[in-house]
């Protein structure tokens, strides 16, 4: 076998492995982009004093807007056009995404402090941090079941193998 040549089996005792690393793979994807999302709009909602639920609103648009994009970007890259390739995105990332934010906003919410800290203190930062890591293992496991039958994150890994 080639070493970067892959191979896709239904069945067998290397199924594991391979669509564990595949799930992996798609979770710290749809997890970059969240922490960007996430972080952006903590930033900037608590940079202008917003209240918890604005600040919660634009983290969340921001997290499917960087998810999305960051799906879109290779698919575009490859010459795909916009429609097919945001079409895949949110097959790829919608349940993904969803997941994690709202593991993550619900921390953030109940960590005593977290939301009203300033952007200068460690407890916002530690929160946020461990949040978007209990979130990513939150997301695993919905990542996995996709792609064990064909979706999520498979759809568009099946478009980087050809081309």
């Known amino acids: ?15 594991g492995p391979t669509l564990n ?6 979770t710290i994807h749809c ?3 969240c922490a960007i999302g996430e972080v952006l709009g903590m930033v900037i909602g608590t940079a202008l004093h917003w209240s918890n639920l604005a600040t919660v609103v634009l983290s969340v648009v921001l997290a499917f ?3 999305y994009a960051l799906t879109m970007r290779p698919l575009l890259a490859s010459g795909m056009g916009f429609a097919a390739a945001a079409k895949l ?6 349940a993904s995404i ?3 934010e709202i593991v993550d906003n619900l921390i953030m919410l ?4 977290a939301m009203d800290a300033h952007l200068s203190s460690p407890l916002f930062w530690i929160t ?7 979130a990513g293992l939150a997301a695993f496991p919905v990542n996995r079941w996709l792609i064990k039958r064909g979706r999520g994150h498979a759809l568009v890994h099946s478009h980087h193998n050809h081309g």
């Open 65 to 67: 807007i960087f998810g």
């Open 98 to 100: 969803t997941i994690m």
């Open 89 to 94: 995105a949110l097959a790829a990332d919608t």
């Open 110 to 113: 109940v960590v005593p402090g």
């Open 128 to 134: 946020l941090v461990l949040a978007l890591g209990i």
């Open 21 to 26: 690393a595949l799930a992996r793979a798609a």
């Open 1 to 15: 076998m080639e070493p970067h040549h892959h191979q896709h089996r239904r069945s067998g005792s290397e199924d």
């Open 31 to 33: 997890l970059t982009g």
